[in-house]
């Protein structure tokens, strides 16, 4: 089994900044892509950056120049630099994998439980 744990969420202050964690942990795994999403209560869950073992990177377009993903491969963990937070920033963040368990080839989705941010004056 893999788990992945996210750290780092908290009270930020608009135009201030936050960085995020999230380690998988777990053996006889490999990952493919890693991301963060976030949710609002009452509305659906929005992609906000990915970056697959390349490091390519895709951020949504609300998050563009504020935010910056990044991923350490041999520690199997991703980051979410976020900078100029603005109070629409407000939600929890999940952290998400794609994995595969020893030699699968088909990929499984592994998502964090989520950390809150919260971003206010």
């Known amino acids: 089994q893999v788990q992945l744990v996210e750290s780092g969420g908290g009270l930020g202050q608009p135009g201030g900044s936050l960085r995020l964690s999230c380690a998988a942990s777990g053996s006889g795994f490999s990952i493919s892509s890693m991301g963060w999403y976030r949710q609002v209560p009452g509305k659906q869950r929005e992609l906000v950056a990915t970056i697959a073992h390349t490091r390519r990177t895709n951020y949504a377009d609300s998050v563009k120049g504020r935010f910056t993903i990044s991923r350490d491969n041999a520690k199997n963990t991703v980051y979410l630099q976020m900078n100029s937070l603005k109070p629409e920033d407000t939600a929890v963040y999940l952290c998400?994998?794609?994995?595969?368990?020893?030699?699968?080839?088909?990929?499984?989705?592994?998502w964090g439980k989520g950390t809150q941010v919260t971003v206010s004056s």
């Open positions: 998400n994998a794609e994995v595969y368990l020893g030699s699968s080839i088909r990929a499984r989705n592994y």
